[in-house]
């Protein structure tokens, strides 16, 4: 009998019968009373000369009954044995063939099935969802490696190869002194490092797992690379911009091109015309519009990309909201918010923040709709919220790109000058329908 590792078998007595030795003694002790109750009559009414003829017979049929006992007994158990060996073997795959209800031997078995059942069930899981782990871990554009508690390396993906520019199975077994990463091991928490490796080299983000397998300690090194992200970001901000750009540049341009040409054919006429006057000045009137809405438009970047860091400082928030609403008399603004609130933060930034959503607000209402101005402690952050009674908000994922705009005469940087104010102060800016109708607007930072 094969022993399960960590077990030993007990010592053997040698007066210790077996459990079939047992059983087979035991049915031979029960036909014991019948054996002698038929001796007995033998001896009172049957002659010695038929004794053999009815001894050996009757010694027969009781031994093969008991073996027949023992059989009955003994051959279930080696069944459920052999189950539960398959069991422990990791062979989900056998089952026993008296399982039936009702029965104590086959409830037993029945139940043995059950379990087999499940646990093949259970491992079908496990393996499938190890092999999509695995399938991840080998595709995944991140270096993974894995370490015991000497700091050799136990496994990693081809991410974690390429980045360390050797062949996968060359770095199993080495030590982390060896590649270059002990210094990644003692990282605590995740952080962002530059970094050069063999494979590459600029922006990474270091972190740890601490597990253990085989009740040994490993560490699980995870290494992503920022650069490439970044660069990809970098390169779509600049084609947004120039985009842009070029689309501003094109509006402004093309008509003052197109006017510069008519002037100069009107002033190369000979005679002029009685009202060249007219034409030249209305001309460069127009020219003067577009360049200073060309300036207007460079101006907006300019505040965008100069925005200052804010200038924290305590500010009741119900005197600010009550200048902002000073600040827009075209609608009625009922404004709700506790006199003693107040907030750390730049108060110049935040009005001017309200200032564009209170206006867009003013805007999109109708006239003599009244727009509802608010401020309150949610937890450990404080809450703005301006809510309108217009038609809502457009069906549109652009309202946060600079210069777009859905406005006749919009400039397209008021909501993009609001959200970069509210991150500066570590908070969000959010917009939404409201359920009751019209849009509302949420500015909500931390209550330092």
């Known amino acids: 009998m094969r022993l399960v ?27 014991l009373p019948l054996l002698l109750t038929l001796f007995v009559v033998m001896w009172l009414f049957v002659p010695v000369t038929l004794w053999s003829w009815i001894l050996i017979p009757a010694c027969l049929v009781t031994l093969m009954l008991a073996f027949r006992l023992r059989h009955r007994v003994v051959f279930p158990l080696y069944t459920l044995s052999n189950l539960l060996e398959a069991l422990r073997e990791g062979d989900f795959s056998l089952r026993g063939s008296r399982a039936r209800r009702g029965d104590a031997i086959g409830d037993v078995v029945w139940e043995v099935n059950a379990l087999s059942e499940t646990l093949r069930e259970q491992r079908l899981r496990v393996e499938e969802t190890l092999a999509l782990l695995s399938k991840v871990v080998q ?44 210094d990644c091991l003692t990282v605590s928490e995740s952080r962002t490092v530059r970094r050069e490796f063999p494979g590459g080299s600029g922006r990474f983000e270091l972190s740890t797992v601490q597990f253990r397998q085989g009740g040994v300690p490993h560490v699980l090194l995870v290494i992503s690379d920022l650069s490439r992200a970044l660069r990809e970001e970098e390169r779509l901000a600049w084609q947004r911009l120039i985009r842009v750009l070029g689309h501003e540049l094109n509006n402004s341009l093309a008509p003052i091109k197109s006017l510069s040409q008519s002037l100069d054919s009107v002033v190369q006429r000979d005679p002029l015309p009685s009202d060249w006057r007219e034409d030249v000045v209305d001309g460069l009137r127009l020219i003067g519009d577009r360049a200073a809405s060309l300036n207007r438009f460079m101006a907006g970047y300019t505040a965008l990309a100069k925005l200052p860091i804010p200038k924290r400082r305590p500010t009741r928030l119900a005197e600010l909201l009550k200048r902002v609403a000073l600040l827009e008399p075209r609608r009625p603004i009922q404004i709700d918010c506790h006199p003693e609130l107040s907030a750390m933060v730049d108060p110049d930034q935040i009005e001017q923040a309200l200032i564009n959503v209170l206006k867009n607000a003013a805007e999109a209402s109708p006239e003599s709709a009244p727009i509802t101005l608010s401020a309150m402690r949610d937890g450990h952050r404080l809450r703005v919220c301006v809510r309108d009674r217009g038609p809502g908000l457009p069906p549109s994922d ?6 777009f705009t859905t406005k006749p005469g919009g400039s397209g940087i008021g909501l993009v000058l609001t959200r970069q104010i509210l991150e500066a102060h570590l908070g969000n800016f959010e917009l939404r329908n409201h359920p009751d109708g019209g849009a509302e607007a949420v500015l909500s930072w931390p209550d330092a």
Request: charged share 15%.
């Open 398 to 403: 652009n309202l946060f790109v600079p210069f």
């Open 5 to 31: 590792p960590g077990l030993q078998e007990g010592p053997r007595k040698a007066t210790k019968l077996s459990f079939e030795a047992s059983v087979l003694w035991s049915a031979l002790l029960l036909t």
């Open 139 to 182: 595709e995944i554009d991140i270096a993974v490696l894995t370490f015991d508690d000497h700091q050799h390396v136990r496994l990693l993906n081809p991410a974690a190869a390429r980045l360390l520019a050797k062949d996968q199975s060359s770095v199993i077994g080495q030590p982390a002194s060896a590649l270059g990463l002990a």
